[in-house]
């Protein structure tokens, strides 16, 4: 309608976001318009502040400000937990059941999104296998189609070096109704059942 | 966890993006850390940019690069169409179906949110009915509590001057099933039945 094309290009930004459709962005595009021009200056350095500072860690591909994240760098021990990305070790560390390091994935393999196993942070891995004294890989990818051939490729590969491998327990999360859990998690669920 | 202030610095201006809680706002700056540094250079200038230039128009108030925008350049008229926001201008261009000029409130009333008729561009409205040959206003906030209310605030400020006061027609919209249609929109759509 109108010669604002610094807002169509910011709409353009906003939709690059991760589940950010066009009126999304419209809405956040808008937004900034309406604020003030602190928020704005802000918000570009708070941007460009992570860009300059946040990197992955080199041991386990986390984010870090230091070479090493301080996961690495303060805790040591011999089983490694297989995450997809940074978000996940934020949500085991919540748990607090998990007191080994981590290793980063930044993806799964996935065929359709033409993301196959060079595609993701698997080299490291097998170099940390080699390098250090690691007797368990706990593999906790996502607990569907993509997450669950990624396990099984990571255990292919990795049973021949002796190191065993688990993967997180599958069954009826905490709290929830038996009445309204799926046909695939109640049989799992059944499958896995433990002695009281 | 880690001393990561400047990623959670970004999370904190995400979420002042409307709609985006914590997870979302999280994801975002994940995002932002995993693309490359052009993508956040881009994004700042894309910012900064619409900051710098756009400025709301003089006299109606919608968005504009210049003093005043284009719509108001454009066209005259004495059909002024009222809607709450500049998105809200956008839409009713889509359909083509008025060509007058709008005015735009930055708002619409609503105690809840401590919003009163002092908040909201009106006064700048009745200096244009003074001295613009304004014959009709189009009220044309949304169907709802607060914009009903807006609307009949309006209508009452405005009707003294003689200035012919209506209101977009509430009815079944296009292609709904009378079956899912809600209560108050079927009761609206019988009232406000039409000869054929």
């Avoid at 309608?1 to 066009?22: A, E, S």
């Avoid at 070096?161 to 327990?169: D, F, K, N, P, Q």
């Amino acid at each position: 309608m109108q010669n604002l094309d610094c807002i169509n290009r910011l709409i353009n930004c906003f939709t690059k976001l991760p589940g950010v459709g066009y009126k999304t962005a419209e809405r956040y595009a808008y937004k900034i318009v309406e604020e003030d021009g602190a928020f704005t200056k802000d918000f570009c350095d708070a941007l460009l502040s992570v860009k300059a500072n946040v990197k992955f860690c080199r041991r386990c591909g986390n984010f870090s400000v230091a070479d090493e994240c301080n996961i690495c760098a303060k805790r040591g021990g011999d089983v490694v937990c297989i995450v997809r990305d940074p978000r996940d070790v934020i949500a085991i560390e919540k748990s607090g059941a998990f007191n080994g390091t981590y290793h980063v994935l930044h993806g799964v393999i996935s065929p359709l999104d033409k993301k196959g196993p060079d595609d993701i942070n698997l080299k490291s891995l097998l170099v940390r296998i080699r390098d250090e004294k690691i007797t368990e890989l706990i593999i906790a990818t996502n607990p569907d189609v993509e997450g669950e051939a990624t396990a099984n490729y990571i255990a292919a590969l990795v049973k021949p070096s002796g190191v065993r491998v688990t993967r997180l327990a599958q069954g009826l999360a905490i709290g929830t109704n038996l009445e309204y859990a799926d046909q695939v998690t109640l049989s799992r669920a059944l499958m896995n059942r433990v002695e009281i």
